[in-house]
């Protein structure tokens, strides 16, 4: 199967390395020099073509801005955190096109976050599609191998659970490390596993506040609600 992977962050170079161990031999993409020196990739924009699978383990932002011109023949996976603004621009485009989101990460960035074993075990958000069931068979050939399992779900559904379990908490996470910043010398690993997605890339931040404010911000009220009620009872 030949394979492209465009994009080398955290995401994209641990599928590489994962794919690599598994006998694959995935062409690589990559515009940032350290990221392709590091993993053998191209340091170029991805224009190729006659691929059965393209990776494209990029923030939902740059998909967005390339995805116009990409070519039309191959069959497109994509890892961003997010999925309805995404899959509504490649269906706009026709495009063959599966929305995907591996639930798995750490806190690290660039070449220090690669880690081929990180997809153990995770599930794989798959955005429900219309393609053909030789084109899904591949896909799910790349989430086996990684060692993930497939959740099929649609693209609103996948935001909105998203906002619950983890870009809403990266926001909880922040305000308990500034909260609790004057008091770490007394600091637990309670603590320390609260406050590790406070961590994560500031540009997912940006990403979560650009497609996925809604969600987030009806989250946030929800939990200012519930603290809010147990802030009255422990008054009491």
């Not at 026709?94 to 639930?103: A, C, E, M, Q, T």
């Not at 990266?170 to 008091?183: A, C, D, M, R």
């Amino acid at each position: 199967m030949r394979i492209a992977i465009v994009g080398l962050g955290q995401i994209g170079g641990s599928i590489a390395l994962k794919l690599r161990s598994s006998g694959y031999t995935p062409d690589l993409f990559d515009v940032d020099p350290q990221l392709c020196e590091g993993i053998g990739g191209k340091c170029e924009q991805f224009k190729g073509q006659g691929y059965d699978l393209v990776v494209l383990a990029l923030y939902a932002d740059v998909i967005l801005k390339i995805i116009e011109d990409l070519p039309k023949d191959n069959l497109y996976l994509d890892t961003a955190s997010v999925k309805v603004p995404v899959m509504k621009k490649a269906k706009e485009i026709g495009l063959k096109f599966v929305g995907g989101h591996p639930i798995a990460g750490n806190e690290r960035t660039g070449k220090d976050s690669w880690d081929p074993e990180m997809f153990e075990g995770r599930p794989f958000a798959i955005v429900k599609t219309n393609l053909d069931d030789a084109s899904m068979r591949i896909v799910m050939e790349l989430i086996s191998t990684i060692g993930s399992h497939p959740v099929t779900v649609d693209a609103e559904f996948h935001d909105k659970a998203l906002a619950h379990t983890s870009q809403g908490l990266y926001f909880i996470s922040k305000i308990i490390k500034t909260l609790g910043l004057p008091y770490e010398s007394l600091a637990g690993p309670g603590y320390s596993s609260m406050t590790r997605l406070s961590k994560q890339n500031p540009l997912l931040e940006e990403t979560f506040k650009r497609y996925n404010s809604k969600n987030i911000s009806e989250f946030l009220d929800e939990t200012i609600k519930a603290l809010e009620n147990i802030s009255k009872d422990l008054k009491k």
